[in-house]
């Protein structure tokens, strides 16, 4: 548990990373605006890269600290055991959606180095690595809903209460 902790953990720095590369390239393009000489062809194409990577890379974090968005408007007026049943479903429709998402875009990484696919940009990058961010993301993603999942039906995880998803608010 500790070392997945810490992979979710990597990929959040990672995104941190990224984010900083997203403004780094910002930066770059403007000033390539102002001093020609200074431009670098396709840098608002890898701030859209770098941003992607930074957004997939995030949520598997993310998910683990409790951070996603959660409707529990309905869910926290239910019974006990419904409303564990009703955890463990949802549970279970993120995992398929996650895992959905993750197969999907490692596929289209695949196919983006099998078809050598680059940008349409005078920088004609591969498409597969920056693709790869968004994979690796997703992959984790499906990985940390998996973890959790496997925590509810278990009973390890406990819902958040009524109390607890107030304090939550800001």
Do not use: N
């Not at 600290?65 to 409707?71: M, Y």
């Not at 993120?94 to 596929?107: E, N, Q, V």
């Amino acid at each position: 548990m500790k070392a997945l902790s810490r992979l979710f953990d990597a990929a959040g720095w990672a995104a941190g990373v990224f984010l900083i590369g997203t403004l780094a390239m910002v930066l770059i393009s403007i000033v390539g605006r102002l001093l020609p000489a200074l431009a670098l062809p396709g840098a608002d194409a890898y701030a859209g890269y770098c941003m992607a990577a930074a957004a997939f890379l995030a949520l598997p974090s993310t998910l683990r600290r409790g951070e996603h968005i959660r409707v529990t408007l309905v869910v926290q007026r239910l019974p006990g055991r419904v409303r564990r049943t009703v955890e463990i479903a949802a549970h279970g429709v993120g995992l398929f959606l996650a895992g959905a998402l993750a197969w999907f875009s490692a596929r289209l990484v695949w196919q983006s180095h099998t078809f050598h696919d680059i940008s349409t940009g005078l920088d004609a990058t591969p498409l597969w690595i920056p693709q790869l961010g968004m994979a690796v993301g997703a992959l984790l993603l499906a990985l940390a809903m998996l973890v959790q999942c496997v925590e509810v039906m278990s009973g390890r995880v406990p819902p958040l209460s009524a109390s607890d998803e107030s304090a939550r608010v800001e």
